[in-house]
């Protein structure tokens, strides 16, 4: 029974999210978008990076005070992931933002579940220390244990080059986050272990990695041109379903990147130039 309502609820949020992305306004979907290394304020000479060690609680906050429906899955704090093991600074499971950018992310969460739909988040704010451990990674050539899954047509040697990896993050700023969409009741959630056999994050969704979340063409980290928010090799659901996420943020103050379908920043962010370093505990 419980397996026939869950169908059921699949196929009427697929039949919702078609019609609401057909009919959205897109204007995150243009000039509007950011790029994660090429940024107006990333990598600035007046950045800062801010050396404090204790949580700032006057301003961040967890999500999980301010909308507990919101699921969480920090992707960082496990095995699941490019680097295949713990990020540095990723001491609990907790997406921690901005106030305004969690309070503008909670208003999305109001509008998806009355449909049948929750956001899911894989990473919040992210400390400067997990961004030098992807560069001290990305620059070990030799580690391509996780490379099937998450960058499998691409030369470790160019993560650089071609943006995927940089020294300064928008996530470190505090109003950046990676999000999808998944349908109520969630699903059971594939468990990754170290060790598992990896499948390419390109394949199609029965065959890759069984996240819970609806179909977005490609898995959560994928360094492929089809993570790209309007590659033209998706499917027409997959298409919609990214229009749909995109536009509900972009409603709600947050612009999206232009080379991954689950990045987004809140537009008005209230430390535009100031990179953290505090551990998330």
């Known amino acids: 029974m419980e397996r026939t309502r869950r169908s059921f609820r699949l196929h009427l949020a697929s039949i919702v999210l078609t019609g609401l992305a057909a009919a959205a306004f897109l204007p995150a979907c243009g000039s509007d978008e950011e790029s994660e290394n090429a940024g107006p304020t990333d990598g600035a000479m007046d950045s800062q990076i801010q050396d404090a060690s204790i ?3 006057w301003a961040f906050v967890s999500i999980a005070e301010v909308d507990p429906t919101i699921i969480v899955e920090m992707r960082y704090i496990t095995d699941h992931n490019f ?3 713990p990020v540095r600074g990723y001491n609990a499971a907790k997406c921690l933002l901005t106030r305004p950018a969690a309070t503008a992310l909670a208003k999305v969460q109001t509008e998806l579940r009355p449909l049948g739909l929750s956001l899911k988040v894989y990473d919040c704010y992210r400390p400067q220390g997990a961004v030098d451990h992807f560069v001290e990674w990305a620059k070990d050539l030799n580690d ?5 899954e998450f960058y499998p047509t691409v030369d470790k040697a160019n993560l650089f080059r071609d943006g995927y990896i940089a020294e300064k993050s928008g996530h470190t700023r505090g109003s950046t986050l990676d999000v999808t969409i998944v349908a109520l ?3 059971e959630q ?3 272990k170290s ?3 990896l499948r390419e994050c390109t394949l199609p969704a029965d065959q890759r990695f069984k996240d819970n979340s609806l179909d977005f063409g490609t898995g959560f980290d994928c360094f492929d041109l089809l993570a790209h928010p309007e590659n033209p090799a998706l499917t ?3 298409r919609a379903t990214r229009m749909l996420l995109r536009s509900m943020m972009d409603k709600y103050g947050f612009k999206g990147l232009v080379e991954e379908w689950w990045h987004f920043t809140l537009r008005n962010e209230p430390f535009p130039k100031t990179y953290f370093k505090f551990t998330i505990d």
Do not use: N, W
Request: aromatic share 8%; glycine share 18%; charged share 15%.
């Open 55 to 57: 949580f700032p609680s």
């Open 83 to 85: 680097l295949g093991t």
């Open 144 to 148: 391509t244990k996780m490379r099937q």
């Open 185 to 187: 009741p969630a699903g």
């Open 190 to 192: 594939e468990v990754y």
């Open 195 to 197: 060790g598992d056999a």
């Open 236 to 238: 027409g659901p997959q």
